[in-house]
């Protein structure tokens, strides 16, 4: 990476060179008043939304469009209840949901909202069983389906996974994205930051209730502390007169520091029972008193994983669709990181077209 800030060693520099190195920089920064000005008007959301839904804290979003809806099966996006769901409508040119709006699907997005501390005790059963439920019924009743297909995001898809063998009745097509499912592997850092040796999750909600939104994102960004706490400001300096390059990393950052809670009883149990024992690959996870079977997913089932996956390594993924009982399945591992697969360029060019080719061959 080439950085032209100031050197800062006169021995191995002339003056004319130290000079020259100044006048460099000064004119960078001349560009700062501009840059931060793109900061001001920059949106997030690029596609239009109602929502059509509301239960507690969640809101369900239905994508506003004057395309002509061609499939007869609605699509509905489930992400992670860290952060904000818009990560998957971040800008026009990075949007997941709109490569499935401009093919004609009818598609919803959840979001979940931001808990409270009277929200403490809500766990899996109510967030999948009760929540889940409730949002794909209301999408099921407003497009008279039977089945909806369901894309599910990190947590967001292991939740979809869990919900897909509890309620096979529901899910036409399921799409899990960079979803966690086989938590067996214990080599990669968040695991080991997260063994039942070293982390007492039960004592941990105990003190703060809920999982405070600055522990998640200090966690997140000490996964990669160079990248995300120096790298990217070098890349920020070097590109203070892109201003397509700072509509997107203010999009981004705007989305990166837009953290929120999770509930203390859901995040204890999915890191007790799922990140800790790895109950649900092996059929051993129990939600409201009953089995996750992953067999009874019959299903079409597409997997996506992303081969620079800090956050999901890919053999956290791919054992999916093994344990799986449909006969129709698919895995992609496509070259990007955990959010590369939602916003980078190469993904929306040429992995979500084929997705929306995918999933319109099984929604009529």
């Given at each position: 990476?080439?950085?032209?800030?100031?050197?800062?060693?006169?021995?191995?520099?002339?003056?004319?060179?130290?000079?020259?190195?100044?006048?460099?920089?000064?004119?960078?920064?001349?560009?700062?008043?501009?840059?931060?000005?793109?900061?001001r008007r920059v949106r997030v959301g690029a596609t239009p939304s109602d929502a059509v839904f509301r239960m507690d804290k969640l809101r369900l979003l239905r994508y506003v469009t004057?395309?002509?809806?061609?499939?007869?099966?609605?699509?509905?996006?489930?992400?992670?209840?860290?952060?904000?769901?818009?990560?998957?409508?971040?800008?026009?040119?990075?949007?997941?949901?709109?490569?499935?709006?401009?093919?004609?699907?009818?598609?919803?997005?959840?979001?979940?909202?931001?808990?409270?501390?009277?929200?403490?005790?809500?766990?899996?059963?109510?967030?999948?069983?009760?929540?889940?439920?409730?949002?794909?019924?209301?999408?099921?009743?407003?497009?008279?389906?039977?089945?909806?297909?369901?894309?599910?995001?990190?947590?967001?898809?292991?939740?979809?996974?869990?919900?897909?063998?509890?309620?096979?009745?529901?899910?036409?097509?399921?799409?899990?994205?960079?979803?966690?499912?086989?938590?067996?592997?214990?080599?990669?850092?968040?695991?080991?930051?997260?063994?039942?040796?070293?982390?007492?999750?039960?004592?941990?909600?105990?003190?703060?209730?809920?999982?405070?939104?600055?522990?998640?994102?200090?966690?997140?960004?000490?996964?990669?502390?160079?990248?995300?706490?120096?790298?990217?400001?070098?890349?920020?300096?070097?590109?203070?007169?892109?201003?397509?390059?700072?509509?997107?990393?203010?999009?981004?950052?705007?989305?990166?520091?837009?953290?929120?809670?999770?509930?203390?009883?859901?995040?204890?149990?999915?890191?007790?029972?799922?990140?800790?024992?790895?109950?649900?690959?092996?059929?051993?996870?129990?939600?409201?008193?009953?089995?996750?079977?992953?067999?009874?997913?019959?299903?079409?089932?597409?997997?996506?994983?992303?081969?620079?996956?800090?956050?999901?390594?890919?053999?956290?993924?791919?054992?999916?669709?093994?344990?799986?009982?449909?006969?129709?399945?698919?895995?992609?591992?496509?070259?990007?990181?955990?959010?590369?697969?939602?916003?980078?360029?190469?993904?929306?060019?040429?992995?979500?077209?084929?997705?929306?080719?995918?999933?319109?061959?099984?929604?009529?």
């Amino acid at each position: 990476m080439s950085v032209t800030f100031p050197q800062f060693m006169p021995w191995m520099t002339t003056p004319e060179q130290m000079q020259e190195q100044w006048m460099g920089f000064a004119r960078k920064m001349a560009h700062l008043p501009k840059a931060l000005e793109v900061a001001r008007r920059v949106r997030v959301g690029a596609t239009p939304s109602d929502a059509v839904f509301r239960m507690d804290k969640l809101r369900l979003l239905r994508y506003v469009t004057d395309v002509e809806q061609l499939h007869s099966t609605p699509l509905l996006v489930v992400f992670a209840l860290v952060n904000r769901p818009y990560i998957l409508d971040l800008r026009p040119g990075k949007s997941v949901v709109s490569h499935f709006v401009n093919r004609g699907f009818d598609t919803y997005n959840l979001d979940w909202g931001v808990p409270t501390d009277g929200d403490r005790f809500l766990n899996m059963e109510d967030y999948i069983e009760r929540y889940l439920d409730a949002v794909v019924d209301q999408v099921r009743s407003r497009t008279d389906c039977d089945k909806i297909s369901v894309l599910g995001y990190c947590m967001g898809g292991s939740m979809s996974a869990m919900y897909a063998a509890l309620h096979p009745e529901k899910v036409k097509n399921l799409i899990l994205m960079a979803a966690p499912v086989d938590w067996s592997n214990r080599e990669y850092l968040l695991a080991k930051w997260t063994d039942a040796s070293v982390f007492d999750v039960d004592k941990l909600m105990q003190v703060y209730g809920n999982a405070p939104a600055e522990l998640l994102q200090g966690s997140f960004q000490l996964l990669k502390p160079v990248s995300t706490m120096v790298e990217k400001y070098f890349t920020f300096y070097e590109n203070l007169e892109d201003e397509k390059f700072l509509e997107d990393f203010f999009a981004m950052e705007t989305w990166l520091n837009d953290n929120i809670p999770v509930a203390g009883e859901m995040f204890r149990q999915f890191v007790k029972y799922c990140m800790q024992q790895n109950l649900l690959i092996q059929g051993k996870l129990r939600i409201g008193g009953r089995i996750v079977d992953l067999r009874k997913i019959v299903c079409p089932v597409l997997n996506l994983t992303a081969t620079q996956d800090h956050l999901v390594p890919p053999e956290l993924s791919l054992p999916f669709n093994d344990a799986v009982g449909s006969t129709d399945r698919k895995g992609v591992n496509f070259p990007a990181g955990h959010i590369g697969l939602a916003v980078g360029t190469k993904a929306n060019r040429e992995l979500w077209p084929s997705v929306c080719d995918w999933l319109a061959e099984r929604s009529n």
